[in-house]
C-alpha cells in the first residue's frame, strides 16, 4: 500500500491595499508558484521580500525566503533555497512572484510578501 503525503502551504499577499491568501497541497519533489503584485503595485514598490513562517502565527519562527529590490537582477536567497528558486522578472522588472521546486515537508509553511 502506497500512501500520499501531501506538503501544505499557505501563502498571503498583502500588496499597499490587497488581501489574498491561499491554501494549497503539494506533493514532496513537486513545484509551487507564489504569485506577485499588480503592474500599478509592482511600480511604487523599492523591496520585495517573502518570508515564511513555521507553526502557529503568534509563536512560530518567521524567516526570509528571498529579497529582491527593484533595479536588482536576480534576488537573494537563503542558503536552503539555492538551486531550488525561479525568480520571474520581465523587462529587468519583478513583481515578486517566484517558483519552489523541489518540495520537501521542512518547506512547509506560511509565506508572506512584503513590500516596501
Not at 32 to 38: A, D, E, K, L, S
Not at 62 to 79: C, D, I, N, W, Y
Request: proline residues 3%; contains cysteine.
Amino acid at each position: 500500500m502506497h500512501c500520499l503525503q501531501l506538503i501544505a502551504l499557505n501563502y498571503f499577499v498583502q500588496p499597499f491595499t490587497a488581501l489574498a491568501e491561499t491554501e494549497v497541497f503539494r506533493a514532496p519533489g513537486s513545484s509551487v508558484h507564489f504569485p506577485g503584485v499588480n503592474e500599478d503595485q509592482r511600480d511604487q514598490a523599492k523591496v520585495f521580500q517573502w518570508k515564511v513562517s513555521h507553526g502557529n502565527t503568534e509563536n512560530g519562527t518567521r524567516m526570509r525566503v528571498l529579497q529582491f529590490h527593484a533595479g536588482a537582477t536576480e534576488p537573494s536567497l537563503m542558503k536552503k533555497y539555492i538551486n531550488r528558486v525561479d525568480f520571474s522578472s520581465s523587462n529587468g522588472s519583478s513583481n515578486g512572484s517566484f517558483v519552489l521546486h523541489n518540495l520537501t515537508f521542512l518547506d512547509q509553511g506560511h509565506y508572506e510578501l512584503f513590500i516596501n
